[in-house]
């Protein structure tokens, strides 16, 4: 498989590339700064780029499209909304008969969850009065604007992130949080983000996951 991944660059990112190249997939890393992509690998390309460009964005020949640009600060942001709009614009403008229909993104579990226990709906809360609001407001304007789009979408949303090693035993809720689940480390997180790529179960759905 042909995957173009934004946000390849950091944290979560730089994990799934790893991943996605050693289960043998062809991998095309587009970064701001391509320098700063530091994987090596022969199915491994870098192409600059820069979601909030969208003339520098291309996507023609991707089978899917992951989506793990996320702001590195708590202020005002665009990254969200406006990057995954451009990249959603990249995908269903492309001429060549070969458009990309497959879209993983990774947003945040700071939205409403039913399942949600007392000690997350608190913290969400919290989080959303205060010093995330921005990142959980651009999301969730990512969010409904994917709704509206004919791709075959799946939408990740994590708790916080820790740069703890990869467990490989976590939780998944379909279109729901995972109850009680405070944290995801971001190695586990890119494993499971390259597992929904290829699992037709999430198109079109919400994923919670969480330890």
Not at 33 to 58: C, F, I, M, W, Y
Not at 80 to 97: E, F, I, K, L, P
């Amino acid at each position: 498989m042909r995957i173009i991944v934004f946000g390849a660059t950091r944290g979560t990112g730089r994990h799934f590339v790893r991943l996605a190249l050693a289960e043998g997939h062809d991998v095309v890393a587009v970064a701001r700064k391509p320098e700063a992509v530091t994987e090596r690998h022969p199915n491994l390309s870098v192409r600059q780029g820069d979601v909030l460009a969208p003339e520098t964005l291309d996507v023609k020949g991707a089978d899917a499209v992951v989506f793990l640009a996320g702001p590195s600060e708590a202020g005002p942001t665009r990254l969200y909304s406006q990057g995954g709009r451009n990249v959603m614009d990249a995908m269903t403008g492309q001429q060549d008969g070969h458009a990309a229909r497959r879209l993983v993104v990774v947003t945040n579990a700071l939205g409403d969850h039913p399942s949600a226990a007392p000690l997350q709906r608190l913290l969400t809360r919290l989080a959303r009065a205060t010093a995330l609001r921005h990142v959980h407001r651009d999301a969730r304007l990512l969010e409904r604007e994917i709704l509206g789009r004919d791709l075959d979408w799946t939408v990740i949303q994590p708790p916080r992130l820790t740069d703890k090693p990869a467990t490989g035993v976590y939780r998944t809720a379909l279109n729901d949080c995972v109850r009680g689940g405070l944290t995801i480390s971001r190695e586990d997180l890119a494993h499971y983000v390259l597992t929904a790529v290829a699992a037709p179960e999430t198109i079109r759905a919400t994923v919670g996951i969480a330890h």
